[in-house]
């Protein structure tokens, strides 16, 4: 059974640039939600989305946009990036019928370096 | 907002021994806290939560209190082992608050053989 998986592993982008980042949620899970991990700090909340919509956000600027598909899968756009983006990013899924804010998975993670 | 704090920030124990990694929060409204295991270059990894109808919970050698009247919540590890050693995490949210949950600095935790 496949937790959750997010590609690619490691980027490295120039400041002022784009990137998208993947996640394909645990297999069964509908929910899925970002966190960056600036090093050495706990996950702070980016957003979920559910039902293709995103439907809760954290103190994230508007640089930072998501989109589902209709399988579950994720992806996370954040565009004219700063050196203060650099982080891991983690993607977590979960069942909403099983709870939805219950029992995480995540994924280990995109280590986004922006020089 | 809420706010979780976590201490220590780092914890060395010799194998065999106990660990005691305790957070507080702000939030009286907070009803879930779970705990996360995170080791090298791996995403968290739920080991065990509450929920605020419970006092205490326990799985083999690790257990979690919660005192909601205080605001504050622990992780008890008995009986360490090396394998125990990575960064721990507090979290806390409040049901419903569809996916924000608000998690503590860490603990470094090693286990000296």
């Known amino acids: 059974d496949a937790g959750v998986t997010q590609s690619p592993t490691h980027l490295i982008k120039t400041r002022g640039q784009q990137v998208t980042l993947r996640c394909s949620p645990k297999s069964g899970h509908d929910t899925v939600s970002w966190y960056q991990q600036a090093l050495g700090q706990g996950p702070q909340f980016i957003f979920q989305y559910y039902e293709e919509e995103e439907r809760q956000r954290g103190n994230f600027p508007d640089r930072f946009s998501g989109h589902q598909f209709p399988n579950y899968s994720s992806e996370l756009n954040v565009n004219a990036l700063l050196l203060g983006d650099s982080a891991l990013y983690l993607c977590?899924?979960?069942?909403?019928?099983?709870?939805?804010?219950?029992?995480?998975?995540f994924g280990s993670g995109t280590r986004l370096t922006v020089v | 907002g809420e706010n979780v704090e976590q201490h220590p920030s780092t914890l060395s124990v010799q194998e065999g021994d106990s660990a005691v990694i305790k957070c507080t929060y702000s939030d009286s409204a907070s009803n879930y806290f779970p705990w996360y295991k995170q080791e090298l270059g791996k995403g968290p990894q739920l080991i065990i939560d509450?929920?605020?109808?419970?006092g205490e919970k326990k799985d083999q050698r690790i257990a979690v209190t919660l005192n909601k009247t205080a605001k504050h919540f622990s992780l008890h590890i008995t009986e360490t082992q090396p394998e125990d050693s990575a960064v721990y995490f507090c979290a806390a949210s409040i049901r419903g608050s569809q996916g924000n949950l608000i998690f503590g600095k860490g603990t470094k935790l090693s286990v000296k053989p």
């Open positions: 977590a899924s979960s069942l909403e019928s099983g709870g939805g804010d219950y029992g995480y998975t």
């Open positions: 509450i929920r605020s109808n419970v």
